[in-house]
């Protein structure tokens, strides 16, 4: 092999790797809740059963027997108690993960809770839930998502056979 075909090789293999990473980078990430989110949501879960007990009369033991764990029905249980505190001017801190069906998904944010301040995490997805946001709106509209990085997404509109990047960059302040 001489030098020209070796070099042309190495620039084939740069370019491959290129295309692998920025597909990497477009991704969805899974995106888990931390260990406070964690820890908020069980607490939760335990004090809603704790209560279900109270108001049905069940000391533990029995409560094994009758009224057995089932999920479904605290959420509805704490779901219905939270729509209370809402009507009365409390927010209620119930961390969850979004998961959009066109957008990509991201941790609670303060904007969507409208709690002052969150007692669960340190950094908000803030620019994940407008990413998302605009994912779900382009969709509705008829544009197709090619993709796109952290901070981007890629639509194409195909009436006009045109991408376009749309992209969303914090403002120092």
Not at 104 to 117: A, F, G, I, P, V
Request: glycine share 6%; proline share 2%.
């Amino acid at each position: 092999m001489d030098n020209m075909e070796k070099k042309a090789e190495e620039m084939e293999t740069k370019e491959t790797e290129t295309k692998e990473a920025e597909a990497k980078e477009t991704e969805p990430k899974e995106v888990g809740m931390n260990e406070r989110m964690t820890e908020r949501v069980n607490q939760i879960d335990t004090q809603t059963y704790w209560y279900a007990m109270q108001l049905l009369g069940l000391g533990t033991a029995e409560a094994e027997k009758k009224f057995p764990w089932d999920i479904a029905i605290l959420r509805e249980i704490f779901e219905s108690a939270v729509a209370v505190l809402n009507n009365h001017g409390h927010n209620v801190c119930d961390p969850y993960i979004s998961t959009p069906e066109t957008g990509r998904q991201y941790r609670c944010t303060l904007s969507e809770c409208e709690c002052k301040h969150c007692d669960c995490q340190d950094e908000f997805m803030e620019k994940e839930r407008l990413l998302s946001n605009i994912e779900d709106s382009a969709a509705m509209n008829g544009l197709k998502i090619m993709g796109g990085g952290k901070d981007s997404i890629i639509v194409r509109n195909e009436k006009v056979d045109q991408d376009f990047e749309i992209s969303v960059t914090e403002l120092a302040g």
